[in-house]
């Protein structure tokens, strides 16, 4: 789960973190206010959105007067932000950040990640860090500072300064950077974050260290543990089929295809999306109803479904351990009945209680096709599609 820039800063801050001060706006006039809160100077004025690449796509501007405040305000808010890491709709603004205008010297990157192939936090830092990182993450990999820490030992003392002196610091900022490199790491295994990333990491002109930006996105499986973090979630920011369907216990993402999946367990919902392919069809989702579905999430899951309006045939592919067949049989019927379901659906079940639930469906008398096998049921929903689409 994402957050914010500046719910990201608050928190780092908490930490111990040097960021800038202000103020969120979710109007030209606030964000107006704000710049006098600040002291009535140089500002930055910030999009808040889901997504880095802001700058770049002219979502950050500093601004020196009252009048540019409001401008730059009204021209962003309640429009979408089209970046460099979201899709051609862009991100809605319904929020900025107003803070003091800081004077850089040099922009660090600094990042902490999950590394799998270690399985550990890695710190990933750059003396490049700015807008142009990702094109130097690409052109020299090799450019960038990696640093794995040890579990048992957290983020060494020694290690940290370390860093410190690879990234060019000297004097007070090595200091400084122990300081930002401790409070980071703390706050990411605290917090059960998956990634802390600072840039720009900027020395200011009076040689202070100071965070101008702030991403950090969470393990969603630890957010039952993290009430405080669960409520910093912003839906306006995420595709609304995925808030959906994530309230309601379902894993899904949107793709473009158009054939509609209802598949239980992250492996097979990978299999089928290969299946389809191979086929000749292309999925219009990702969506994994996970274990012991009862009917009503069955029900849920095309609720879910439908509501993409490219989905041109539905399949249901179950290998039923936890799961019952019969339940997703109860649940596909019942969708039929609470929904309306206009397009053509195909279901194959396997599995516990596999003769039930055929028998259920059988005896619904609906226009359900039946397939016995992963790759009979992709070939029937390609086949099912309506001439038109299949043309394509
Ligand atoms: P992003 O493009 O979404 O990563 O947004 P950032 O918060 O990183 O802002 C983009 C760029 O704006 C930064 O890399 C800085 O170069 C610049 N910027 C942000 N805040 C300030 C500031 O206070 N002063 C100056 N001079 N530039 C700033
Ligand atoms: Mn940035």
């Given at each position: 789960?994402?957050?914010?820039?500046?719910?990201?800063?608050?928190?780092?801050?908490?930490?111990?973190?040097?960021?800038?001060?202000?103020?969120?706006?979710?109007?030209?006039?606030?964000?107006?206010?704000?710049?006098?809160?600040?002291?009535?100077?140089?500002?930055?004025?910030?999009?808040?959105?889901?997504?880095?690449?802001?700058?770049?796509?002219?979502?950050?501007?500093?601004?020196?007067?009252?009048?540019?405040?409001?401008?730059?305000?009204?021209?962003?808010?309640?429009?979408?932000?089209?970046?460099?890491?979201?899709?051609?709709?862009?991100?809605?603004?319904?929020?900025?950040?107003?803070?003091?205008?800081?004077?850089?010297?040099?922009?660090?990157?600094?990042?902490?990640?999950?590394?799998?192939?270690?399985?550990?936090?890695?710190?990933?830092?750059?003396?490049?860090?700015?807008?142009?990182?990702?094109?130097?993450?690409?052109?020299?990999?090799?450019?960038?500072?990696?640093?794995?820490?040890?579990?048992?030992?957290?983020?060494?003392?020694?290690?940290?300064?370390?860093?410190?002196?690879?990234?060019?610091?000297?004097?007070?900022?090595?200091?400084?950077?122990?300081?930002?490199?401790?409070?980071?790491?703390?706050?990411?295994?605290?917090?059960?974050?998956?990634?802390?990333?600072?840039?720009?990491?900027?020395?200011?002109?009076?040689?202070?260290?100071?965070?101008?930006?702030?991403?950090?996105?969470?393990?969603?499986?630890?957010?039952?543990?993290?009430?405080?973090?669960?409520?910093?979630?912003?839906?306006?920011?995420?595709?609304?089929?995925?808030?959906?369907?994530?309230?309601?216990?379902?894993?899904?993402?949107?793709?473009?295809?158009?054939?509609?999946?209802?598949?239980?367990?992250?492996?097979?919902?990978?299999?089928?999306?290969?299946?389809?392919?191979?086929a000749g069809g292309?999925?219009?989702?990702?969506?994994?109803?996970?274990?012991?579905?009862?009917?009503?999430?069955?029900?849920?899951?095309?609720?879910?479904?439908?509501?993409?309006?490219?989905?041109?045939?539905?399949?249901?592919?179950?290998?039923?351990?936890?799961?019952?067949?019969?339940?997703?049989?109860?649940?596909?019927?019942?969708?039929?009945?609470?929904?309306?379901?206009?397009?053509?659906?195909?279901?194959?079940?396997?599995?516990?209680?596999?003769?039930?639930?055929?028998?259920?469906?059988?005896?619904?008398?609906?226009?359900?096709?039946?397939?016995?096998?992963?790759?009979?049921?992709?070939e029937?929903a390609v086949a099912?599609r309506?001439?038109?689409?299949?043309?394509?």
């Open positions: 789960m994402d957050i914010h820039e500046y719910q990201a800063k608050e928190i780092l801050k908490n930490f111990g973190v040097p960021v800038p001060r202000g103020g969120i706006a979710f109007t030209p006039e606030q964000a107006a206010f704000r710049r006098l809160e600040l002291g009535g100077g140089r500002c930055v004025v910030k999009a808040q959105i889901h997504s880095g690449g802001r700058g770049a796509a002219g979502g950050v501007k500093l601004c020196d007067t009252d009048e540019d405040v409001r401008d730059f305000a009204r021209h962003l808010l309640g429009t979408a932000l089209v970046t460099k890491q979201t899709d051609a709709a862009g991100k809605r603004i319904d929020r900025l950040w107003v803070e003091e205008a800081s004077q850089i010297e040099r922009e660090l990157y600094l990042g902490f990640v999950l590394d799998r192939k270690s399985e550990r936090i890695m710190i990933v830092a750059s003396g490049h860090g700015g807008m142009e990182i990702e094109d130097l993450a690409e052109e020299d990999p090799d450019s960038l500072i990696r640093m794995i820490l040890d579990p048992a030992v957290g983020l060494a003392e020694y290690q940290a300064r370390e860093l410190a002196f690879k990234l060019g610091l000297e004097g007070a900022q090595v200091g400084q950077m122990v300081t930002v490199l401790k409070a980071c790491y703390r706050a990411y295994r605290d917090l059960d974050a998956m990634m802390v990333e600072i840039n720009p990491l900027v020395v200011c002109a009076d040689g202070s260290l100071v965070a101008l930006d702030a991403k950090m996105s969470f393990d969603t499986n630890a957010l039952f543990r993290r009430g405080e973090i669960a409520g910093l979630r912003d839906p306006g920011q995420e595709d609304p089929r995925e808030s959906f369907a994530a309230d309601h216990g379902l894993a899904y993402v949107g793709l473009d295809g158009d054939i509609g999946c209802i598949i239980n367990g992250a492996g097979l919902a990978m299999a089928s999306m290969d299946m389809i392919h191979l292309a999925p219009a989702n990702f969506l994994d109803i996970g274990g012991g579905a009862s009917p009503e999430r069955v029900c849920q899951a095309f609720r879910t479904v439908l509501s993409d309006p490219n989905v041109s045939v539905i399949l249901v592919n179950i290998f039923a351990g936890i799961n019952r067949c019969d339940w997703i049989a109860r649940g596909v019927i019942q969708a039929y009945k609470d929904i309306g379901i206009g397009v053509p659906v195909v279901v194959r079940l396997s599995g516990t209680n596999v003769e039930a639930g055929r028998k259920l469906i059988r005896d619904s008398g609906l226009p359900i096709i039946d397939a016995d096998t992963l790759a009979a049921a992709a029937a099912a309506p001439q038109s689409i299949a043309a394509e």
